[in-house]
């Protein structure tokens, strides 16, 4: 019997949590402030360690009394290395950057389920899992103009299913299905020390090979504020909105309109120096997540390590 429960555990969370079990191509909260501004000429490597936990959980009521209350808990921690380079001839008057983004993580999820009976007895199951190792590809390329204080830009990114994926476990590493996500940004600038940035995008997810599920058209907002102390200190706050635009399709998704929803917010910090003829920028933010619907709710740190051989400005991760 609890291995019956256990399987009815892995099968409500996959058809209750949208983007096959929360899991999207944009990782929310990808772009803060200064996201406009233009960079320096040349080759640059940015880091990012980015560690997330997270839970969730949904329910059924049968007919003839009782329920099916099944949670889901995800921990996860990666890095991102994305060498980039960023042409000094203007492209359409901006600054044209491209940049490949390689990733390797682990994931460690559990899933959990209680049958109650029309009489109140009840029986509890849990499956876990994990799994770790390289993960997917994302390229990107972006262009940026400077008008003064006013900064804007345009991205597109891909996402390329190069990391291990099964269908049959509870995690990977990989998410098994290609997407690509474009959008707009702007950064306010002046001389004051005050930034403020908006990043604005779509993601469109192809159907994953595996499963015949297709994740829905996902929207998403980042957003990032801050004040330089100096030449080489900044603080602020950051958040995102990441809302999914059209439902999932295929697979489990026909037992329902499954959209995911869910808001973040928090403090950041970043400073600048110099290590041996290299310009070293950090940032560190965090956030608080809320109003979550079909998707794990927790929170997320990041923590940035931007490397150029040219002085950037101050401030700008």
């Keep these: 019997m609890r291995t019956t429960i256990a399987a009815l555990a ?21 772009f803060a402030s200064f996201a406009a501004v233009p960079g320096d000429p040349g080759f640059s490597l940015e880091t990012i360690v980015y560690v997330r936990s997270a839970s969730s959980t949904a329910g059924v009521n049968f007919s003839r009394g009782g329920s099916l209350l099944a949670g889901l808990a995800v921990n996860e921690q990666y ?19 491209l940049g490949v983004t390689f990733s390797a993580g682990r994931s460690d999820a559990m899933v959990s389920a209680t049958l109650t ?19 997917d590809l994302y390229p990107i390329a972006s262009l940026k103009w400077q008008q ?18 099964d269908p049959n476990r509870l995690t990977g590493v990989g998410l098994g299905h290609w997407g690509v996500d474009w959008g707009l940004g702007y950064t306010f600038m002046p ?6 940035s908006v990043t604005a995008g779509l993601t469109y997810n192809f159907v994953n090979p595996q499963t015949g599920y297709q994740s829905g ?17 900044y603080a602020g706050a950051a958040g995102y909105l990441y ?15 499954f959209r995911s929803q869910v808001a973040g917010a928090g403090p950041q910090i970043g400073w600048s120096l110099q290590l041996g003829g290299i310009a070293t920028d950090f940032n560190v933010r965090g956030y608080k997540e809320f109003a979550a619907q079909n998707r794990p709710e927790g929170w ?3 923590l940035t390590v931007s490397l150029s051989r040219v002085k950037r400005a101050v401030g700008k991760p």
Excluded: C, K
């Design 148 to 165: 003064g204080a006013h900064n804007a830009m345009v991205y597109a990114m891909g996402s390329v299913p190069t990391g291990p994926y």
């Design 117 to 135: 009976g029309p009489g109140g007895r009840s029986l509890t199951g849990t499956a876990s899992d994990s799994a770790s190792g390289l993960s």
């Design 217 to 233: 058209m996902d929207g998403h907002i980042d957003v990032g504020t801050s004040y330089s102390f100096g030449d080489s200190f």
């Design 79 to 97: 890095i991102y290395l994305t060498p980039s380079y960023t042409f000094a001839t203007p492209v359409l008057q901006g600054q044209l950057s």
């Design 191 to 196: 001389a004051s020390g005050f930034e403020f």
């Design 300 to 302: 997320n740190v990041w």
């Design 10 to 30: 892995v099968l409500l969370p996959a058809a209750a949590w949208a983007d096959e079990g929360g899991a999207s191509v944009w990782l929310p909260g990808q």
């Design 243 to 257: 809302n999914q635009v059209s439902p999932d399709t295929g697979g489990s998704a026909r037992l329902g309109d």
